[in-house]
C-alpha cells in the first residue's frame, strides 16, 4: 500500500477524470438528480454534487445547496454499487422454438465496459465485500455480477459528513475506506489526498500531477475523518447477535413494529447487502419465443416464502422479524459478519422511518 | 390444440378504457386474431354477446338490472372469466355511489330518474359471479392483457402483479417522492402492473392499481395524518378508484371513523 501522500490540487482535479477516460473508463460518480444523489454517468466535474450537503433524519432525505467548493461534502443515497453490479433486471436468457420442433436456448451475460466509479464510501465497499462472497465466490458465481464487477474501478473517498442516520464506525465499517479501492481521497478545501490500493490505481495515479502533501494536510484529513466516525449518534452492538435475536423470536416488539411498518420491502431494495431475486418468464403471445428475467425481490413480499401452497411468512411481523435475524444474525454463519454496514439507508428511505438501530436495541435490551 | 382458443372481450358499466389494451397492442393484436378465434368484441365490430368462450375479459362493473342478468349467462358461457381494470375488479368510481344515497344522486343528475335503470349499487365481477383471475389497474394495459392470453396458451398459470409499486420504483431507480419530497404517495399501498407511471415523472401514486398484498394502511394513514392531512381526506384517498375493493375500503373505513 502506497503511503497517503499525495495531493492534487481542485484545480487538477478534472485530470482525473480525463486520465480514468483515456484509460478507457467511463465515469460514473454522484450527481443530483430529482433531490437526491445518484450515481450516474457524469462527463465531468460539474456532474458533481459540488457544495451540496444531505440532511438525513428517518424517512426523509433532503439536500442543501451551499457555496462551499467541496464535492464529497455529504453522505450518501438511495444507491451506490449495487445497481452497477447487481442490476435491478437482469434478462437472464432466451428460448427460441424452431421450426423442427427444438428450443434454442440464448444465455449472454453482459458485455460490461470498463467503469470507474467516482466516489464510493467505505460502507460501499464494505457491502461490496458481501456481494462478492455471495456472486463471485461460491460453487456458482454469477455471470451477470461478474462481468460487471471485474470492470470496476473504485475511487473511494472517506466520509467526513455523516448523515443523522449513519452508523458505519458501530459496525467497524467506516468512515474511513480501508480496502476494496483501487484509489481513496480525502477531500479537503483547497483539492485532495489521493493513495492508491492497487496496480490499476497505481497507474491512474501515475498520470496524475500530484505532488507530495504536507503533514498539515495529512492531518487535517485524518482528523476530519475521525470527526466523522464520532459525530454518528447511532450505532448497532458490534456482536454477532445471532444468539441474542434467535432467543427472541417472541418478543412483543416484533408485534409492535409490524404495526408501524408498511412492508413496502423500501428498506430491503436500498440495503447494499440485500441480494434476493426473482424470476419470472415473459412468453410471447404465440409462445414461439420466451425471455427470462430475474428482478430484485425482498422477504417483505409474500412471494418470498410461498413454496408449494404454503407462504410460510404470511405477515409483516414474521416478515420483518426474518430480515432482521438474517441481516445481524444468521448472516454471521453465512458470510462470517453481520449483513449491515451502517449506511443507514433503510432508515432514511423507509417512508415511515423505522429504525434498525432502535428495533434491535429494544430487542436486544 | 386441436382448436383454436376462444375469446371474447365483453363490457359491463365502464369506460371502454381497458379494452383499448388490445386495441392498441400493434402487431399483437393481429397475433392474437391469428391465434385465437375472438368470438365476441363488441368494441372491435365482433358482436355475439352470447357465444361460448374458453376466455372472456370482463370490463366494467355491474350497475343495472340488465347487467347483473348478462353477467351470469357469460359466466355460464365462459371457461376461464378474467375481469380487467378498476371497474370490474372493484366497481371503480361508480361504486362512490355505493357510500352514498343513489336515488337521491340520480335524481339530482337525471330529470326523469324513473327512465334510467341502475342498481343502488355498482359492483365487481366477482361480487356477482365466480371469477378466475382478476387484472387491476385503471386501466389494465397490453402487457397485463397479452401476458394472461400467452400463459394461458401455454397452459401455465398467469402471474398475478400484487407486490407493492415501490419494488418496482426501485428497480428502476427512481428516487423516492415520499421521502424527498413529502408526496402522498400511495406506492407502499398499491399493486404493481402499471410500470411506475406517476413517480416515474415525479409525481406522487394514487392507487389506480388497486391495494397490493398485506397493505398497512393504518400505518399509511398515520404518516398522511403527521403531514397535516385531515382524517377525512385520508379516507378519500382510499375511497376513490378502488373504493370497493376490500383493503382499501376498510382502511378507508377506519379513518372515516377518526374524522
Known amino acids: 500500500m502506497a503511503e497517503p501522500s499525495h495531493y492534487l490540487p481542485r484545480s487538477e482535479f478534472p485530470r482525473l477524470l480525463s486520465v480514468l477516460a483515456s484509460a478507457g473508463y467511463r465515469c460514473v460518480g454522484p450527481r443530483v438528480r430529482d433531490g437526491a444523489v445518484v450515481y450516474e454517468p457524469i462527463s465531468g466535474v460539474e456532474d458533481l454534487p459540488k457544495g451540496v450537503h444531505d440532511r438525513q433524519v428517518p424517512g426523509q432525505y433532503q439536500l442543501e445547496q451551499t457555496a462551499e467548493p467541496r464535492f464529497f461534502a455529504w453522505a450518501n443515497g438511495p444507491q451506490a454499487l449495487r445497481p452497477l453490479t447487481f442490476a435491478g433486471r437482469d434478462k437472464l436468457w432466451s428460448a427460441e422454438r424452431k421450426p423442427d420442433g427444438s428450443i434454442d436456448f440464448k444465455s449472454d451475460p453482459p458485455e460490461a465496459e470498463p467503469v470507474a466509479v467516482i466516489g464510493a464510501r467505505a460502507c460501499d465497499l464494505a457491502a461490496l465485500y458481501v456481494y462478492d462472497r455471495h456472486f463471485m465466490q461460491s460453487a456458482y458465481p454469477d455471470p451477470w455480477y461478474t462481468a460487471r464487477r471485474q470492470k470496476l474501478f473504485l475511487i473511494a473517498v472517506h466520509c467526513t459528513h455523516p448523515s443523522l442516520n449513519c452508523f458505519c464506525a458501530s459496525t467497524g465499517d467506516g468512515p474511513r475506506a480501508s480496502y476494496g479501492y483501487d484509489l481513496a481521497l480525502s477531500e479537503l478545501d483547497d483539492g485532495f489526498l489521493i493513495e492508491a490500493r492497487s496496480e490499476k490505481g497505481e497507474r491512474i495515479l501515475a498520470a496524475l500531477p500530484v505532488r507530495e502533501a504536507s503533514a498539515e494536510q495529512i492531518e487535517t484529513a485524518d482528523r476530519e475523518i475521525e470527526d466523522a466516525g464520532r459525530r454518528q449518534v447511532k450505532g448497532l452492538p458490534s456482536r454477532n447477535l445471532k444468539d441474542v435475536l434467535f432467543a427472541r423470536l417472541d418478543h412483543p416488539r416484533w408485534n409492535e413494529v409490524a404495526q408501524r411498518c408498511l412492508s413496502c420491502t423500501n428498506c430491503t431494495l436500498v440495503c447494499p447487502t440485500c441480494f434476493c431475486h426473482s424470476e419470472n418468464d415473459v412468453a410471447s403471445l404465440d409462445g414461439s419465443r420466451s425471455e427470462h428475467y430475474r428482478e430484485w425481490d425482498s422477504c417483505f413480499t409474500q412471494r418470498h416464502s410461498y413454496i408449494h401452497g404454503i407462504t410460510i411468512r404470511p405477515d409483516t411481523r414474521t416478515r420483518y422479524r426474518q430480515w432482521l435475524t438474517h441481516k445481524v444474525g444468521s448472516w454471521h454463519d453465512q458470510f462470517g459478519r453481520s449483513g449491515c454496514v451502517g449506511c443507514g439507508r433503510c432508515i432514511t428511505w423507509c417512508p415511515v422511518g423505522i429504525d434498525i438501530t432502535e428495533e434491535l436495541a429494544a430487542i436486544c435490551r | ?259
Open chain 2, 1 to 259: 390444440m386441436d382448436r383454436k382458443l376462444r375469446v371474447a372481450v365483453h363490457k359491463f358499466s365502464s369506460c371502454d378504457g381497458c379494452q383499448l389494451a388490445f386495441l392498441n397492442a400493434g402487431e399483437e393484436l393481429v397475433e392474437l386474431f391469428e391465434l385465437a378465434n375472438v368470438v365476441h368484441f363488441a368494441e372491435a365490430g365482433i358482436v355475439d354477446p352470447d357465444a361460448r368462450a374458453d376466455l372472456a375479459f370482463i370490463e366494467g362493473s355491474i350497475s343495472t338490472h340488465e347487467e347483473q342478468e348478462r353477467i351470469r349467462r357469460v359466466r355460464e358461457n365462459t371457461r376461464f372469466l378474467v375481469p380487467i381494470g378498476a371497474c370490474a375488479t372493484s366497481g371503480c368510481l361508480q361504486a362512490l355511489r355505493n357510500q352514498a344515497d343513489a336515488a337521491r344522486w340520480f335524481a339530482d343528475v337525471y330529470s326523469d330518474p324513473s327512465k334510467i335503470d341502475h342498481l343502488d349499487t355498482a359492483t365487481p365481477i366477482a361480487a356477482n359471479v365466480s371469477v378466475d383471475l382478476e387484472l387491476w389497474g385503471c386501466p389494465v394495459n397490453t402487457r397485463q392483457v397479452m401476458a394472461t392470453v400467452s400463459s394461458l396458451l401455454l397452459g401455465a398459470p398467469p402471474r398475478e402483479d400484487k407486490e407493492k409499486l415501490c419494488m418496482e420504483c426501485k428497480r428502476k431507480n427512481i428516487v423516492c417522492v415520499m421521502v424527498t419530497q413529502g408526496q402522498h404517495c400511495m406506492g407502499p399501498v398499491t399493486r404493481t402492473g402499471c410500470g411506475v407511471l406517476c413517480p416515474g415523472i415525479g409525481r406522487d401514486c394514487y392507487g389506480c392499481y388497486g391495494p397490493a398484498e398485506n397493505i398497512n394502511g393504518d400505518a399509511w394513514g398515520r404518516w398522511l395524518e403527521q403531514k397535516g392531512m385531515p382524517a377525512e381526506r385520508i379516507a378519500r384517498r382510499f375511497r376513490y378508484i378502488h373504493s370497493e375493493a376490500e383493503a382499501f375500503r376498510e382502511a378507508g373505513r377506519r379513518w372515516r371513523e377518526k374524522s
